[in-house]
């Protein structure tokens, strides 16, 4: 099962074989795709996986980061989600999302072309403004995740773009205009994120209102790349709640 909930790209189908040498067997025909085993690395250490939830899955953490100590990678949370990056000498590890595993990841959610071309550009020029223009790097994050949610709900609930988003008052409003806020709240509420995925995406959605000149001024808030950093593994994690949303929608 965690194999299955893994968003992997062809979860593998258990043979009725010896379970360990099966299981040492199919990571083994994946070594030399990253993506797949990181996220079956986090997907270990999900606290949704164990009845008693952070107390045993921290521990699994503990002891997998032991081993992932040489390769200088680190499990770590987002809230509660797990997300692995890389180990740097001081603060959280730096996640670094892969333009192809993200590009493939989309595909299987979304099935306009052209929309996920266009996500992967701008995740590409965010990567490439992190350090050199972090103001608009933020920008371009909330950006990311308005794009990338409202397509993943209009192609799961196709009556949201026909009918429009329920929003809090009652009304419901244009799919032209829902915003990060409300795909925030849509998403949740049909089970695509866990609720610390989308409580942690607020601070990144809270950034974008320092477009406004003024806002800023008032606030005295200068962004740098470790702004930008944060900002990361609240992504990751959001990835990987689609992914376990798509994966048990299809039955997988």
Not at 167 to 195: D, S
Not at 200 to 222: A, G, V
Request: proline content about 6%.
């Amino acid at each position: 099962m965690l194999l299955r909930g893994a968003g992997w790209t062809n979860p593998p189908e258990y043979d009725g074989s010896g379970r360990v040498s099966w299981f040492v067997e199919v990571l083994t025909e994946r070594e030399d795709s990253r993506p797949e085993i990181e996220r079956f690395l986090c997907r270990v250490c999900d606290p949704l996986e164990y009845d008693d939830g952070m107390s045993t899955a921290d521990t699994v953490r503990q002891c997998l980061n032991q081993i992932l100590e040489p390769e200088r990678l680190e499990v770590s949370y987002a809230g509660s989600r797990p997300v692995i990056g890389e180990r740097v000498a001081q603060g959280q590890p730096r996640v670094v999302l892969e333009p192809g595993d993200v590009r493939e990841r989309l595909c299987r959610w979304i099935k306009d072309d052209k929309a996920v071309e266009l996500l992967i550009v701008r995740l590409v020029e965010v990567q490439e403004a992190e350090v050199r223009a972090p103001l608009l790097a933020l920008f371009g994050i909330g950006s990311f995740i308005e794009g990338l949610l409202y397509l993943v709900l209009v192609e799961r609930f196709p009556e949201l773009e026909q009918d429009g988003f329920p929003a809090q008052n009652g009304k419901r409003v244009p799919a032209k205009h829902a915003g990060l806020e409300l795909l925030l709240n849509i998403a949740h509420e049909r089970n695509l994120i866990q609720l610390d995925a989308k409580s942690f995406m607020e601070p990144i959605r809270n950034f974008r209102n320092y477009i406004h000149l003024r806002r800023q001024r008032e606030s005295d808030f200068i962004p740098d790349g470790d702004t930008v950093t944060m900002c990361w593994p609240p992504v990751q994690a959001l990835l990987n709640d689609l992914d376990a949303s798509a994966t048990e929608t299809s039955g997988v």
